[in-house]
């Protein structure tokens, strides 16, 4: 699973494996595909073709401007050194590994797109290509990844007025209550029956703190693959919950002042089918590989919130003591750390040890945060870095002293660090490091002296 293989002059093979995938999607009555892509305001773009039209679209690509590289979360374009502007032109390839029929949109198939330019280069701005260079860089090293992301959301009823407060919320069953089930049974079924059509192992759906809120985790696999499932599950909950008269939010913020939605990723390294962070020497049985990776993704954490909270909207979810990780410090099933290390039941931990980075949310392009996460670590294994003390409980409850350092409170804050981090900027190289922060500057200004409540109202309905 990854980006599409292509080789020159290789339009014909491409062409047939499409058109044995299309005859299948006709059989199944799929009239329509949507070729998706996240863009780095974290927001999905599409193009849909035809069912009859996915062989061609498969073998030359469709045309898609690069200029949505520099799009903000309203739709407006800012220009960075390499991109913006209407001129130019990319095709988009869709990854026949990952066409899925939607069971939650009936007569339409899904599928994500790698980026390339008219002679059939990568474009050096994709980022589902940038996660599989990250990918190859640690397979290079000896080590495989596996990934998962956490979904949450809120839904509420219909669409009220202009989408504002007060919210019909669908029930009022408390926090991580049985009552919300109860309450919305069809609905949470009806979802599972989606992803299980989808091919998509559900671990858990369960409610979450928020009035309204839920959180669906899914089964690890390669860090692209689980870009790609990240990207789907939104697609699926959204279109479900449509069917049920609901609308889905995945904003880092929902209201001000409650917790909002974060999009936690889970991470682990392996090596020979060893988990390495289960049965080493160190600190709760982590090998001197896993804390060195995880040790580089703590020292590079306030450069990548730029990629994981890339929004203003993300610094009104990432306050102390609301489980967002808003310290930079790493514990034990610590749910204030911003790295919490996760070693599951006694007994299971070489199966189930990971990584938790819970500083994320989902205004954040997945493909380019897992890449940037394992940049930083790959850049830790480098350095033989060692992870501080750990912390226990929540540290803005520790005296002054002793407390780590906050992350930082502000995009403005992020994009400093992010402009200044040699690892991430030779990770992602010149053009796709440059245009991500010419969107963090260009959403900086936009948002630049609006409140709480009107960051909140501008972006709720956006992811």
């Keep these: 699973m990854g980006p599409v293989v292509f080789e020159s002059g290789d339009h014909r093979a491409r062409e047939a494996d499409a058109r044995t995938a299309a005859a299948r999607l006709v059989a199944e009555e799929v009239h329509g595909v949507a070729l998706v892509w996240v863009d780095n305001a974290g927001l999905q773009r599409v193009k849909t073709v035809p069912t009859a039209r996915l062989p061609e679209a498969c073998a030359w690509g469709v045309g898609m401007s690069p200029v949505f590289d520099t799009y903000l979360v309203d739709d407006s374009a800012t220009r960075g050194r390499h991109l913006g502007g209407p001129s130019g032109d990319l095709r988009l390839f869709p990854d026949l590994d990952r066409l899925t029929v939607l069971a939650g949109q009936p007569g339409w198939a899904w599928a994500p797109v790698d980026r390339r330019r008219q002679d059939g280069l990568p474009h050096p701005a994709c980022q589902r290509r940038f996660a599989a260079r990250m990918v190859e860089a640690a397979a290079e090293a000896g080590l495989e990844l596996r990934a998962g992301f956490e979904t949450e959301w809120i839904v509420t009823r219909g669409q009220e007025g202009d989408g504002g407060p007060p919210f019909a919320y669908p029930t009022d069953g408390p926090a991580y209550g049985m009552h919300r089930v109860t309450d919305l049974s069809d609905y949470l079924a009806d979802l599972l029956r989606a992803f299980r059509a989808q091919e998509m192992t559900v671990l858990q759906l369960h409610p979450e703190y928020s009035p309204g809120q839920f959180e669906l985790s899914l089964a690890p696999e390669d860090p692209v693959g689980a870009a790609d499932t990240a990207v789907l599950v939104r697609d699926t909950v959204r279109a479900v919950s449509a069917r049920h008269g609901l609308r889905a939010s995945f904003a880092p913020v929902f209201e001000p002042g409650g917790v909002g939605n974060g999009g936690h990723l889970h991470l682990s390294l392996w090596q020979e089918g060893r988990n390495l962070s289960a049965g080493g020497p160190g600190r709760h049985g982590l090998t001197a590989e896993a804390e060195a990776f995880l040790a580089g993704v703590l020292a590079e954490l306030p450069a990548l919130l730029a990629v994981g909270a890339p929004t203003p909207a993300s610094y009104l979810r990432l306050v102390p003591s609301h489980w967002a990780g808003a ?76 407390r780590p350092a906050r992350l930082p409170v502000s995009l403005d804050e992020s994009l400093a660090a992010f402009r200044g981090s040699r690892v991430l900027a030779e990770a992602l190289g010149e053009v796709l490091h440059d245009t991500v922060a010419a969107v963090r500057a260009a959403e900086i200004e936009l948002f630049a002296g609006r409140g709480p409540e009107e960051t909140a109202a501008a972006t709720r309905w956006r992811y």
Excluded: M
């Design 327 to 402: 310290f930079s410090c790493w514990g034990l099933e610590n749910r204030e750390a911003a790295l919490r290390l996760v070693t599951g039941s006694t007994g299971e931990e070489a199966r189930a040890a990971n990584a938790e980075l819970k500083c994320v949310d989902q205004a954040a392009n997945p493909y380019l945060l897992v890449g940037a996460v394992i940049a930083a670590g790959l850049a830790g294994l480098r350095g033989k870095a060692e992870l501080p003390p750990e912390v226990d409980g929540d540290p803005a409850a520790l005296p002054e002293d002793r």
